[in-house]
């Protein structure tokens, strides 16, 4: 079979809406080639061996696994990172994090950060790829995000802290410039659970309590303790969580809070700061 008709083919058997695009990727992945290899040689004939991968993958895809988890990798601020089943893939949207900080902090500042619930790393290690002067940390509950996290330091060549822990609790008072998280936001009995790519991935790093905001509201509570006067917590949320998240940061201290929104319009992310000093109470 040939590299054209084996992508008439399987495009018409994936339920996506970038049903070519997967095909392409998955014949490139098994093949090795790029995506304009196959633009270019589209009548080169598919080995019987090459073509039963393809056959396996495609089954795949069209089960629903995600292309990321099926080819092992996702780009992200066109850096690659590894994937896997123990994480969330990383997604476009939450590059408008990077870009935030990439517009608000001077990039040979000298600051001390911390990414909660990093899973493969793709915040700190882009923020460390692009400041290179901060002490990035990065900490996740999952033994095997954290894994996954280091190894994805070690590909893009940088340096950051990894830890095994829950959010900022092995953290001291007034010791961070800057708490950034994309942390689960997803109410517990959301049907979009069930629906699409995000069936496989892991439900503890997507759900947080019956409104979807238990974490946030931790996250809040802990980083007004060790984010220093004038810091800042930047926390990616749900498109209708703006208002919500809004009210928890100024619940537990925080000033200047507004909320951005994503390359669709949509609210994405809320920013504060905080400008006085936590209370010992």
């Known amino acids: 079979m040939q590299i054209q008709q084996w992508l008439a083919k399987a495009h018409t058997q994936i339920q996506s809406d970038s049903a070519m695009l997967d095909a392409k990727l998955l014949l490139s992945f098994v093949l ?3 995506t304009t290899y196959l633009f270019t040689w589209p009548e080169q004939t598919i080995s019987e061996t090459d073509l039963a991968k393809a056959e396996e993958v495609l089954q795949q895809r069209i089960k629903g696994l995600p292309i990321a988890y099926i080819l092992g990798q996702q780009e992200f601020f066109s850096l690659p990172f590894y994937c896997n089943a123990s994480t969330l893939i990383p997604r476009p949207d939450t590059e408008c994090l990077i870009e935030f900080c990439l517009n608000e902090f001077d990039p040979k ?3 001390t ?3 909660l619930g990093t899973g493969t790393g793709a915040i700190a290690i882009t923020l460390k790829s692009e400041f290179e002067n901060w002490t990035v940390n990065a900490v996740d509950v999952q033994k095997g995000a954290c894994e996954l996290a280091i190894k994805n330091a070690q590909r893009n060549k940088v340096d950051i802290h990894v830890s095994n822990s829950s959010w900022l609790d092995n953290f001291k008072t007034d010791s961070l410039d800057i708490v950034i998280s994309n942390p689960p936001y997803i109410e517990e009995n959301d049907h979009h659970l069930d ?7 892991p439900k503890t790093a997507l759900t947080s309590g019956v409104d979807g905001l238990d974490d946030i509201r931790i996250i809040a509570k802990q980083s007004f303790e060790c984010l ?4 800042y917590l930047i926390v990616e949320h749900g498109y209708n969580q703006a208002k919500a998240v809004t009210d928890i940061f100024i619940q537990h201290g925080f000033s200047h809070v507004e909320s951005f929104q994503d390359y669709a319009s949509n609210d994405r992310f809320t920013v504060g700061i905080k400008h006085t000093i936590a209370s010992s109470n």
Not at 195 to 201: K, L, N, P, Q, Y
Not at 228 to 231: F, Q
């Open 113 to 115: 950060i911390v990414d």
């Open 109 to 111: 500042s000298s600051k």
């Open 32 to 34: 090795n080639k790029s």
């Open 228 to 231: 220093i006067v004038n810091g």
């Open 195 to 201: 629906e699409g790519d995000v069936r496989f991935e």
